[in-house]
T-cell receptor, first 119, second 115 residues
Framework: NAGVMQNPRHLVRRRGQEARLRCSPM?????VYWYRQLPEEGLKFMVY????????ESGMPKERFSAEFPKEGPSILRIQQVVRGDSAAYFC?????????????????FGPGTRLTVL | GESVGLHLPTLSVQEGDNSIINCAYS??????FIWYKQESGKGPQFIID?????DKRQGQRVTVLLNKTVKHLSLQIAATQPGDSAVYFC??????????????FGKGTHLIIQP
């Protein structure tokens, strides 16, 4: 069972450009979460999505950031007009809708992250 | 909002000794707690979790203790090995019953294993 996949692993953008980060959840998982991690800090929750629905976006900045999880394809975190302060590691996690093979519904499994650098 | 915090930013232990990493949480409504291990350049790796209706849970070489009275969580690692070197995060969430919530993470404890 492949883990959570994220791409690209590293992304460099200039100020004002757009960044698109992709996340494919583990097989059988229908909940996706995005987190941001600044150097030497813990992860900060951004948004929680199920297929075609945003469940909780309380951690998302009000402007420039958006997320989607379409019926088909990966979840996308989109950052428009990036600024230097957006430089961080962005992690995606997924969890199952129901208990599958002993997995608890709340357990979130993380991907390797996308490291965004804004020049 | 309330957040999870950690007592020590760095913990250095001898290889083979037991390690104890502590965590204080402030949201008394939190129902679910998790420990993650993060190695440099990688995503957090699930170690062990515990629900608020338990006070202890054991895994392979790891034990999580939960003291709801003082809102304290700890991770015990037995016979630490060089591969245990990493940053350890505790995280909490509210159990919504029908699904899951965004996790609130602490800042992390860097565990260093001395040879």
């Amino acid at each position: 069972n492949a883990g959570v996949m994220q791409n690209p692993r590293h992304l460099v953008r200039r100020r004002g450009q757009e960044a698109r980060l992709r996340c494919s959840p583990m097989k059988g998982h229908s909940h996706v979460y995005w987190y941001r991690q600044l150097p030497e800090e813990g992860l900060k929750f951004m948004v929680y999505l199920q297929k075609e629905n945003i469940i909780d976006e309380s951690g998302m900045p009000k402007e420039r950031f958006s997320a989607e999880f379409p019926k088909e394809g990966p979840s996308i975190l989109r950052i428009q007009q990036v600024v230097r302060g957006d430089s961080a590691a962005y992690f995606c996690a997924s969890s199952p809708l129901t208990i599958v093979q002993g997995q608890n519904t709340d357990t979130q499994y993380f991907g390797p992250g996308t490291r965004l650098t804004v020049l | 909002g309330e957040s999870v915090g950690l007592h020590l930013p760095t913990l250095s232990v001898q290889e083979g000794d037991n390690s104890i990493i502590n965590c204080a949480y402030s949201n008394s409504a939190s129902d679910y707690f998790i420990w993650y291990k993060q190695e440099s350049g990688k995503g957090p790796q699930f170690i062990i979790d515990i629900r608020s209706n338990m006070d202890k849970r054991q895994g392979q070489r790891v034990t999580v203790l939960l003291n709801k009275t003082v809102k304290h969580l700890s991770l015990q690692i037995a016979a630490t090995q060089p591969g245990d070197s990493a940053v350890y995060f505790c995280a909490e969430s509210l159990y919504s019953g029908g699904g899951a919530d965004g996790l609130t993470f602490g800042k992390g404890t860097h565990l260093i294993i001395q040879p």
